[in-house]
């Protein structure tokens, strides 16, 4: 068999988008692939359309090409690029015939399943902070009260000029006490449990306040109570937001708002600090990555906007129904 017609047979089978453009970034050559991966109509011709036009519906990859090609033209390499049509798409740019080899490879399945990895980890975190929370409220906490019902009925008073022994000693129960509720509550928060997200969200707004730092929190009324993994969702990305405003903002006032227009709930966060320079998910850390996946499996939207000096506003949009 020819070798060129076994090679082309073989290109043909690769799970592969290929776009080969010329040195004026114009299509020269594609395979099938790229229709599916791109977008593109299959019923329209691709022949010599421009760059611009073949790769509008992945974002970011339009302008890789541009800023890559302004000088001498640079191989290139973009992950898990997400498409309008929501598949994600592995890239790389490289030289050839004087122009340039775009290599599409879908992604999607790769990214679904990490994406139900992390699910399951956030989850799996949760659990466990519930069984920790309870063992430490349920299991110390009657412990340490019978600790100290003993030590009242067995210690007697002292005698005038020795030093109050059970009183010290029931001091120290006492702190303990507290230490095993506070570390049980920063588990799992107890008045989430009980009393639903909106006053366990106020509640961690006046914990968190400071000399120097306001901050107020809004919602209406009523809020209506969800399913607890939602609840306890939220209140962590609530408590995300605020710990980064905290730390990062240098913030003299916060202001966390909630609100319910039925159908969905909405959590901001705004902060009156430095604000960001850089708002690219890809660039940021482990605290706002989580926010973006607990939104994520909420199936929920999640918006940061800001201006270097003019603080943050973090939204979130969850629907309820
Ligand atoms: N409210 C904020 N004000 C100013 N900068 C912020 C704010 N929130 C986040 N940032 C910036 O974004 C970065 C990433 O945040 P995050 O993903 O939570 O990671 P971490 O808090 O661990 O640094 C922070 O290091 C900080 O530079
Ligand atoms: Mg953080």
Redesign the pocket.
Known sequence: MDSSLLNEHIVLQLPFGLVLLDEFKMEQWHNQHVFMHLQLDPQLPLEKKSYRELFSAVEGLYKVIHKQTSTNFKPFRIFASRTEAGKYLNIWGKPMLGGILVITSDVTELKQLEHKNLEAMVEGQEVERMRLARELHDGLGPLMSAIQLKVDQSISPPSPGEPDKASELKDLIHTVSKEIRAVSHALIPGSLLDFGLSPALKSLCERMEQPGLEITYYAPKSVPRLEQAKELGIYRIAQ?LLH??L???RANHIHMQLSSDGGNLTLSVE?D????SNLDPAD??????NVRNRTRSLEGTFVLESQPGKG?LALVEIPVI
């Open positions: 995300e980064n405003a730390k990062h903002a902060d600090g430095t604000g960001m940021s850390g482990i605290g706002l990555r943050v």
